[in-house]
């Protein structure tokens, strides 16, 4: 078992850890270089589509995102965001397709975010959540919101562009605080949504609204969802989560009254689990492991102690 102290170095987080990508945005204006980088020889593209792209597994085991040079690449009808370089040089675009091109071969498969983020290489991964995040925001985005006109994609994807009144728009990130609740016990706080089936419990979460701070996000939230009041929070590490713009702030938290009442809205149950509580109704199987790429299943882990069960991707 960590001590508390050890606890608090930043954990390992899919999709969070450096992934080995310079996001180089000093080129996105520069359509000259972008061109020249388009069509260098070791540059390195794949599609994007409704969330999904081409995932493959490799001989040796690994699964990794199908990516090709550009003469390869369909760029008919596309939209093509430059996503960065690597310490080698390679560029990476991503192009937002309407479909998925064939597959290549026997094993490749197109993948959403949920399992390929589990499964990829932290480049991969990173790669693939910021074309995911950059594809539902023009999604989203089409009009201009200052003049109600349509808006073109400008900054090889970044930024789009009002050409009737100038406005610039940019990618939205939305801020929303994950959190585990522990008490004077030392025992965890887990929630189940009212979507949620029987047996899934998870760390209470929810958005940050204007003018709040994230912590006073985290208090706020504990106290609607669960009716327990929360003293000291901590940060521990965030979590990019492109479903659609949604950045994860992960906390814990410490509760100064244990007693719950749930909303019942957001919440339909909730309780406070000690370390052999979960474990038992993990092994009885009452309680369900969080999905493993979650920033949930990481925060949990850490006042665990040790890896959870695996969970299934949903
Ligand atoms: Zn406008």
Not at 131 to 145: D, Y
Not at 271 to 299: C, H, T, Y
């Given at each position: 078992?960590?001590?508390?102290?050890?606890?608090?170095?930043?954990?390992?987080?899919?999709?969070?850890?450096?992934?080995?990508?310079?996001?180089?945005?000093?080129?996105?204006?520069?359509?000259?270089?972008?061109?020249?980088?388009?069509?260098?020889?070791?540059?390195?593209?794949?599609?994007?589509?409704?969330?999904?792209?081409?995932?493959?597994?490799?001989?040796?085991?690994?699964?990794?995102?199908?990516?090709?040079?550009?003469?390869?690449?369909?760029?008919?009808?596309?939209?093509?965001?430059?996503?960065?370089?690597?310490?080698?040089?390679?560029?990476?675009?991503?192009?937002?397709?309407?479909?998925?091109?064939?597959?290549?071969?026997?094993?490749?498969?197109?993948?959403?975010?949920?399992?390929?983020?589990?499964?990829?290489?932290?480049?991969?991964?990173?790669?693939?959540?910021?074309?995911?995040?950059?594809?539902?925001?023009?999604?989203?985005?089409?009009?201009?919101?200052?003049?109600?006109?349509?808006?073109?994609?400008?900054?090889?994807?970044?930024?789009?562009?009002?050409?009737?009144?100038?406005?610039?728009?940019?990618?939205?990130?939305?801020?929303?605080?994950?959190?585990?609740?522990?008490?004077?016990?030392?025992?965890?706080?887990l929630g189940r949504q009212v979507h949620w089936p029987?047996?899934r419990f998870s760390t209470l979460a929810?958005?940050?609204?204007?003018?709040?701070?994230?912590?006073?996000?985290?208090?706020?939230?504990?106290?609607?969802e669960?009716?327990?009041?929360?003293?000291?929070?901590?940060?521990?590490?965030?979590?990019?989560?492109?479903?659609?713009?949604?950045?994860?702030?992960?906390?814990?938290?410490?509760?100064?009254?244990?007693?719950?009442?749930v909303d019942?809205e957001e919440i339909h149950e909730a309780?406070?689990?000690?370390?052999?509580?979960?474990?038992?109704?993990?092994?009885?199987?009452?309680?369900?492991?969080?999905?493993?790429?979650?920033?949930?299943?990481?925060?949990?882990?850490?006042?665990?102690?040790?890896?959870?069960?695996?969970?299934?991707?949903?």
């Open positions: 078992m960590t001590t508390s102290t050890e606890r608090s170095a930043a954990p390992q987080i899919a999709l969070t850890a450096p992934g080995g990508i310079d996001r180089a945005a000093h080129h996105r204006m520069d359509e000259a270089w972008l061109a020249a980088a388009w069509s260098h020889p070791t540059t390195r593209v794949f599609v994007v589509s409704g969330g999904q792209a081409l995932v493959d597994d490799t001989p040796d085991g690994r699964t990794e995102l199908v990516m090709t040079p550009a003469f390869e690449a369909p760029l008919t009808e596309t939209h093509r965001y430059f996503l960065g370089t690597d310490e080698d040089g390679v560029r990476y675009f991503a192009l937002q397709k309407d479909a998925l091109p064939g597959r290549m071969d026997q094993s490749a498969r197109p993948a959403g975010l949920r399992e390929a983020g589990a499964l990829l290489s932290d480049r991969d991964a990173g790669l693939m959540a910021h074309a995911v995040a950059l594809e539902n925001w023009q999604r989203l985005h089409r009009f201009c919101s200052r003049c109600g006109e349509r808006t073109v994609i400008a900054a090889a994807g970044h930024i789009r562009r009002c050409q009737a009144c100038g406005a610039e728009h940019y990618p939205r990130t939305d801020p929303a605080v994950i959190m585990l609740v522990t008490d004077d016990r030392d025992r965890a706080l029987e047996g929810g958005f940050v609204e204007p003018g709040e701070s994230i912590e006073q996000a985290v208090v706020r939230e504990v106290a609607e669960a009716g327990v009041t929360v003293g000291e929070v901590s940060y521990v590490a965030s979590q990019p989560w492109p479903f659609p713009s949604s950045l994860m702030l992960g906390f814990m938290a410490r509760a100064t009254s244990p007693e719950i009442e019942g309780r406070w689990f000690s370390r052999d509580e979960l474990a038992k109704a993990f092994a009885s199987g009452e309680v369900l492991p969080p999905m493993g790429i979650s920033i949930a299943a990481r925060l949990i882990e850490l006042w665990y102690g040790e890896p959870l069960p695996a969970g299934a991707p949903r």
